[in-house]
Nanobody
Framework: QVQLVESGGGSVQAGGSLRLSCLAS????????MGWFRQAPGKERENVAM???????DYADSVKGRFTINRVNGQNTLYLQMNSLRPEDTATYYC????????????????????WGQGSQVTVSS
């Protein structure tokens, strides 16, 4: 029933930009906590950016000032605008949704069960 379909990944040079999209179906994102995660080979999944249903957002320190998360409710789509990309941003990026966001230790995350997209590969070359 719940489905998240990501698009917009690809290969770019360092300093370039990409915009990831996550089209949701089976639920209305306006009432959900939404977020982006990434995982590089050999590394644990990392929380990149979160956006609560009430308009609060949170970013990993490594992407602050470079990435922007937003949603377009009329499109039922979550976006991640990625600027000034670096090789260390290379990873598979996943969008996620859950009923609630929670802030712990200065970071926003999902409070409970969440749903995941299929992932979109981002490769940044130097």
């Amino acid at each position: 029933q719940v489905q998240l379909v990501e698009s917009g990944g690809g290969s770019v040079q360092a300093g370039g930009s990409l915009r990831l999209s996550c089209l949701a179906s089976g639920f209305t994102i306006s009432s959900y906590c939404m977020g982006w995660f990434r995982q590089a080979p050999g590394k644990e999944r990392e929380n990149v950016a979160m956006h609560s249903s009430t308009g609060f957002y949170d970013y990993a320190d490594s992407v602050k000032g470079r990435f922007t998360i937003n949603r377009v409710n009329g499109q039922n789509t979550l976006y991640l605008q990625m600027n000034s990309l670096r090789p260390e941003d290379t990873a598979t990026y996943y969008c996620a949704a859950g009923p609630r966001c929670v802030v712990q230790g200065g970071r926003m995350s999902f409070a409970g069960q969440n749903y995941w997209g299929q992932g979109s590969q981002v490769t940044v070359s130097s």
